[in-house]
Structures are given as structure tokens and as C-alpha cells.
T-cell receptor
Framework: NAGVTQTPKFRVLKTGQSMTLLCAQD?????MYWYRQDPGMGLRLIHY???????AKGEVPDGYNVSRLKKQNFLLGLESAAPSQTSVYFC????????????FGQGTRLTVV | EDQVTQSPEALRLQEGESSSLNCSYT??????LFWYRQDPGKGPEFLFT???AGEEKEKERLKATLTKKESFLHITAPKPEDSATYLC?????????FGQGTRLTINP
């Protein structure tokens, strides 16, 4: 039972490079979320999706794009990485907001140099 | 603006020493308050959901309570394996808004 799987687990980027983080869930959840976690800032929502083919902005969406082409996958893209995007990124999924026991992945530690 | 504030930021206890963590919130029309546990290097793990003032839920040494303005996570006779960061979150629209967490250390 995999739950929520994030790839990669670690990555180092140079400023200006692009990359995509992949989140996959096998629980048939409708809702998926991307958060970033920084020391002293807690978890902040970047983007989220309420179903296949939908996406919406969270608290801190600038510099990121997302896509949800398949229900089980939610991709987070950085088009031109900046040092301010150094963080730990978490993906989560849930059945829906009214039953929001969200399941989280193990995280991706991204460093932009 | 909806806010979630947790206190203290960090707490050190001796094994067996009971205490409480606080989560205060300002949100109109609370639809749910959630507690998560996060171990170093891992994603948050769900503990409890509370929906209305007066509600309580328990799991092993943990008990969560909810009032109209705050929630408490009571830890009774903690063990070293209870050491973790505890996060609370409120449901706003379709999104979870998290507090900054309380880092709990239980010394043997």
C-alpha cells in the first residue's frame, strides 16, 4: 500500500534551471495539494486540485505551475528556479474537504544554488 | 484573515511529565480542526479531526479538545517516542491552513 509517493526525494538545482516534481497517489483521492515547508513558516499551500483536469492557486503560487492530467498524479513545475525556492516540498491527497484526513508524501528536499 | 497560532514553539518534558499544546485560531465558520504529527524527515501524519466546540478525541496518550477559539492537545505520561512536531490546521474553503507547529521533546 504505497499511499502518496513523491519523486525525487532530493534535488539540487542551479538558479534558472527547471524541474518537475511528481506526486502519485493510489487511494483514488479527488483532492491533491502541494505545500512547501520552511523553518519558522510552517506548511504553506502552493497549488491544489479538486479533481482531474483542475488546478487552483494556494497561498504562495508565484514561480510554480501545476498539472493534473490524471487523477492519480499531480505535478509541480519550477520553470526558472530561484534560491528562494529552496525548501522541503510535500504533496498530500484527500477524498475531499469535508473529510479531509490528508495523507502526505515523504517530501522532496530541494536546494537551489 | 484566518490565522492559526500554536504555542509553545518548543517544549521539553521528562518522560511521564504530562502537559498540553495549544492551537488558537481565528476563522469564520470553522469546518474542522486537525492535528498532525510530523517526525523529522517525514511527512505529517494525521491524528485527529474535531468539528465542534466541546468535542474531544483520544488516541493512546493523546487527547485533543476544542473550544470556540482554541484547541488543546493533551499528552498524558509521555514517552520518548512521542517526541515529534505537532501541527494543527483549520479547514478554510477547500484548503488546510496550518500553524507553525510545536516541537515536542520527551527526555528519558
Amino acid at each position: 500500500n504505497a499511499g502518496v509517493t513523491q519523486t525525487p526525494k532530493f534535488r539540487v538545482l542551479k538558479t534558472g534551471q527547471s524541474m518537475t516534481l511528481l506526486c502519485a497517489q493510489d487511494m483514488n483521492h479527488e483532492y491533491m495539494y502541494w505545500y512547501r515547508q520552511d523553518p519558522g513558516m510552517g506548511l504553506r499551500l502552493i497549488h491544489y486540485s479538486v479533481g482531474e483536469g483542475t488546478t487552483a492557486k494556494g497561498e504562495v503560487p508565484d514561480g510554480y505551475n501545476v498539472s493534473r492530467l490524471k487523477k492519480q498524479n499531480f505535478l509541480l513545475g519550477l520553470e526558472s528556479a530561484a534560491p528562494s525556492q529552496t525548501s522541503v516540498y510535500f504533496c498530500a491527497s484527500s477524498y475531499g474537504p469535508a473529510n479531509t484526513e490528508a495523507f502526505f508524501g515523504q517530501g522532496t528536499r530541494l536546494t537551489v544554488v | 484573515e484566518d490565522q492559526v497560532t500554536q504555542s509553545p514553539e518548543a517544549l521539553r518534558l521528562q518522560e511521564g511529565e504530562s502537559s498540553s499544546l495549544n492551537c488558537s485560531y481565528t476563522v469564520s465558520g470553522l469546518r474542522g480542526l486537525f492535528w498532525y504529527r510530523q517526525d523529522p524527515g517525514k511527512g505529517p501524519e494525521f491524528l485527529f479531526t474535531l468539528y465542534s466546540a466541546g468535542e474531544e478525541k483520544e488516541k493512546e496518550r493523546l487527547k485533543a479538545t476544542l473550544t470556540k477559539k482554541e484547541s488543546f492537545l493533551h499528552i498524558t505520561a509521555p514517552k520518548p517516542e512521542d517526541s515529534a512536531t505537532y501541527l494543527c490546521a483549520v479547514l478554510r474553503a477547500q484548503k488546510l491552513v496550518f500553524g507553525q507547529g510545536t516541537r515536542l521533546t520527551i527526555n528519558p
